[in-house]
């Protein structure tokens, strides 16, 4: 297997023709620079070479940009602006300092070892990817994601630095979440399993379906939290879980390690739904009667 280990500024441009013949790149144009405009896609994520650089400088590619399953340790070279997708998942980096200023679709960084989001575009047209890093902090992200955003598998304590809206769903899966300050205001679906969390403070409004089992607090709200807040038009029962959240919230039954009892049946009576296992919340929670 080749490995491509050193990039460079190059002097004349049969030796750019000659990469671009390699990697079956088209319709490009060479800028006094030295780097190149390719109206269309570059995929640099070929079978039998390796790369631990990017071998050419790349300014705009009107399509997407593969440079996936490859050893980077850097995206030095990489287009300013990508018209497509952009995928550079699967490598060694450990930052994304020079990363596209401008994705149209969407963006993949998952499965690097990644300690910080700075460098990345603020702005992602479809698909936001960043999951099996080694990210303990949202900061520096994308504002805006129209797709869905995924931050799975890190290490996050907090989702500061998450965009205030995501158009498709978010997951937060398998982190080392207490809480879900800095959340998105508006997701589709909403995936924070496995977390450490013991309250709903700051759950965003979530069009579809809630997924938090291996939380502390799905002891005490597993029989309504799934519920999709058009469940109540559908049935004419009271079982938007929307009303049931704010309802909870406004009962004050969480109170920090303490679920106050009273609270909780008061919750159930009203909303008619089953009463949770006292046993299981006893595990995380002191019940005061």
């Not at 060479?30 to 390796?50: A, F, K, P, Q, R």
């Not at 698909?127 to 992200?141: H, R």
């Not at 919230?249 to 009273?262: A, H």
Request: proline share 4%; with cysteine.
């Amino acid at each position: 297997m080749k490995y491509l280990k050193k990039w460079k500024l190059f002097e004349n441009h049969d030796e750019i023709h000659s990469i671009c013949e390699k990697y079956g790149i088209e319709n490009y144009t060479i800028n006094s620079d030295g780097s190149i405009d390719v109206d269309g896609d570059v995929e640099l994520d070929v079978d039998d070479v390796v790369l631990t650089k990017l071998p050419l400088m790349f300014n705009h590619i009107s399509g997407h940009f593969y440079c996936s399953n490859n050893q980077l340790t850097n995206l030095e070279g990489a287009p300013k602006k990508v018209g497509g997708v952009f995928t550079c998942n699967d490598n060694q980096l450990t930052s994304l300092e020079g990363a596209p200023k401008e994705v149209g679709d969407s963006f993949y960084c998952n499965n690097n070892q990644l300690t910080s989001l700075e460098g990345c575009p603020k702005k992602v047209g479809g698909v936001f990817s960043c999951s099996d890093n080694q990210l303990t902090s949202l900061e520096g992200g994308p504002k805006e994601v129209c797709g869905s955003f995924y931050c799975y598998n890190n290490k996050l304590t907090s989702l500061e630095g998450a965009p205030k809206k995501v158009g498709g769903v978010f997951t937060c899966h398998d982190n080392q979440l207490t809480g879900l300050e800095g959340a998105p205001k508006e997701v589709g679906d909403f995936y924070c399993r496995n977390n450490k969390l013991k309250n709903l403070d700051h759950l965003p409004n979530v069009s579809r379906k809630i997924y938090m089992e291996g939380n502390p607090v799905y002891s005490i709200v597993q029989d309504w939290i799934f519920y999709t807040n058009q469940t109540c038009i559908t049935t004419g029962k009271n079982e938007c879980r929307w009303e049931k959240w704010e309802y909870f919230q406004d009962l004050n039954i969480i109170q920090g390690d303490k679920v106050i009892l009273e609270r909780l049946e008061e919750f159930h009576e009203v909303m008619e739904i089953p009463m949770p296992d006292l046993k299981e919340i006893k595990k995380y929670y002191t019940i005061v009667e």
